[in-house]
């Protein structure tokens, strides 16, 4: 894929400048690192690690736990520092040397002064030391870090517990003026695990506020301001075996975290949020990534909770709750004539409040390749705008095109799909490329009602376009509008799928 690939090699491009920028960086105190003690946890006095023989072998892809008790605010002015570091272990369970950007590493965490340095410096030495480490970011402490690149593959693999506060600046003129697209990225980083009961919070909102944004309410359809740059909070690239587990994100400029040609991810137990007029902030993205378990995770923002782009592949969505944003989406996809491939994509026991969508796919006129397999069971719906929808005229601008190609879809499936809609939309649309219809869409166990808030509304009915299918009877609403069985060209129609 061409376009994936200038994108590789921009991305690749704008690495070799961040680093540059952050090794010759003359900004900020240089620490002495003549010290990096490292704490044996076999040495650690009282913290039982639990029981580390079983957790050593649970398999890689082990559905994470349910989420912890969120914790209560830590303190950002950093003035304790007292709490215990937690078990000093790998997510793989054993013994692991600990690198404590505090106490190790000369990081200040009192949210003022730049901790850049002695995070990166703590994760190079841990990325660069046999066996597994820790980088400790202890709770107590607020840290203000600047874009930085965590590079691997490293010698062990490293896991970073923080349990304390990670600040972006939050003054977009801070930020070098050639490196305003990510926060924290994880480069090469195989096996890393990111995890802890701390807080990561963007600082978006003056980020929100520029005025080459596009906000609700201002003409502009929402959460599109891709004419100006702004970082992602979290981007993991080329990063395969990432565990993500436990933590609070908030605030994010843009997408909160990005998955880009990763292979094997674990997201669980994350409890992200933004404001619902934030513009751009997807939950979690996921593009040219496969297996990918997103667990037991709330998401409230202002876009997409979970998108999934081009190229994912084997992805489960599992335990998760969205609020307030743009539901669960994949797509848009085939933007500009370019081919994007999605299989194999389960959705299953969702909470979806009070969104502009619930379940959606969404592509461009003009793209090629398809989406297949996919399975969306058991999502609740509450007050939700569209709660099923496929729309095959994704457009941004007033004037799109129709045009003789389009991303083929086929192999949908909606199970269990109950609750409540915004009666202002259908609660079902299958809007269908005229040039490639949808097949095998299929309907079970689906009753959505209109929401007590649209009352007096009158409520569409099911819209379908071009679309293939059955739907299991009875639904709530009846759904009539499928056509029995495959188009006539319906050999052609499926050689189009990418796999
Ligand atoms: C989802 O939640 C159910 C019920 O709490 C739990 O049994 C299941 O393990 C969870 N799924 C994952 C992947 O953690
Ligand atoms: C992920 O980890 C498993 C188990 O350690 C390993 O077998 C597999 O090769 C890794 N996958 C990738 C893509 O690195
Ligand atoms: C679909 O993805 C799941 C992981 O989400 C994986 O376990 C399963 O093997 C995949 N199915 C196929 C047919 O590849
Ligand atoms: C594109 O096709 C759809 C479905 O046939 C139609 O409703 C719409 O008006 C067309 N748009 C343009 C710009 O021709
Ligand atoms: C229809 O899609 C389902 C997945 O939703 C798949 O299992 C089945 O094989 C497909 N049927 C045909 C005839 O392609």
Redesign the pocket.
């Known amino acids: 894929m061409e376009v994936a690939a200038r994108t590789a090699i921009a991305l690749l491009l704008a690495l070799a400048v961040a680093s540059g920028c952050l090794c010759g960086g003359a900004q900020g105190r240089h620490h002495r690192h003549t010290k990096h003690t490292r704490h044996n946890s076999a040495h650690a006095p009282s913290q039982a690690p639990g029981p580390a023989s079983s957790r050593r072998h649970a398999p ?1 892809h082990a559905p994470g736990a349910s989420p912890p008790a969120p914790p209560p605010p830590s303190s950002s002015s950093g003035a304790g520092g007292a709490a215990p570091a937690p078990a000093p272990e790998t997510a793989a369970g054993g013994a692991a040397a600990v690198y404590d950007v505090v106490k190790d590493f000369g990081a200040v965490g009192d949210g003022v002064a730049d901790d850049t340095d002695a995070i990166k410096t703590a994760w190079d030495t841990a990325c660069s030391e046999d066996g597994d480490g820790v980088v400790l970011a202890a709770a107590g402490y607020s840290f203000l870090v600047h874009s930085t690149v965590f590079t691997g593959p490293c010698q062990g693999s490293v896991t970073i517990q923080l349990d304390g506060t990670m600040v972006a600046p939050s003054d977009p003129d801070k930020w070098p003026a050639n490196n305003k697209r990510n926060w924290l990225v994880f480069y090469n980083a ?2 890393t695990t990111l995890r802890g009961a701390g807080l990561i919070d963007g600082k978006g909102q003056k980020w929100w506020d520029l005025p080459c944004k596009a906000h609700k309410g201002q003409g502009g359809s929402s959460g599109h301001g891709a004419s100006c740059d702004s970082p992602v909070a979290l981007r993991f690239f080329t990063s ?2 990432v565990t993500v587990q436990g933590l609070r994100v908030q605030n994010s400029p843009e997408f909160h975290f990005r998955f880009d040609s990763c ?2 991810v674990v997201v669980s137990g994350l409890s992200i949020s933004s404001p619902q007029q934030s513009p751009n902030t997807d939950g979690i993205h996921i593009e040219n990534t496969q297996d990918v378990l997103v667990a037991n995770t709330a998401v409230s923002n202002g876009d997409d909770c979970v998108s999934i782009g081009a190229g994912a592949l084997n992805v489960r969505i599992e335990n998760v709750t969205c609020a307030l944003g743009h539901g669960i989406s994949i797509g848009s996809l085939g933007k500009q004539g370019t081919r994007a491939c999605v299989a194999n994509v389960t959705v299953r026991n969702a909470v979806i409040r009070r969104s502009d969508n619930g379940v959606r796919i969404k592509t461009w006129q003009g793209g090629s390749g398809s989406v297949s397999s996919v399975a969306f069971e058991n999502v609740r719906m509450d007050a939700v705008r569209n709660p099923i929808i496929i729309d095959q005229y994704y457009c941004l601008s007033r004037t799109c095109e129709n045009a003789t190609t389009a991303v083929f879809v086929s192999g949908v499936s909606y199970a269990g799909i109950r609750g409540t809609y915004d009666a202002r939309s259908p609660p079902i649309h299958f809007g269908c490329s005229d040039a490639v219809p949808c097949t095998n869409i299929t309907l079970a166990d689906v009753e959505l009602l209109p929401a007590a808030s649209s009352s007096g509304q009158a409520a569409d009915e099911p819209f379908c376009w071009n679309v293939y299918g059955n739907a299991a009877a009875p639904t709530v609403p009846p759904v009539a509008c499928l056509m029995d069985g495959v188009p006539g060209n319906y050999a052609d129609k499926s050689s189009l799928k990418c796999y």
């Open positions: 890689p195989h096996g395969n075996n292979r094997g």
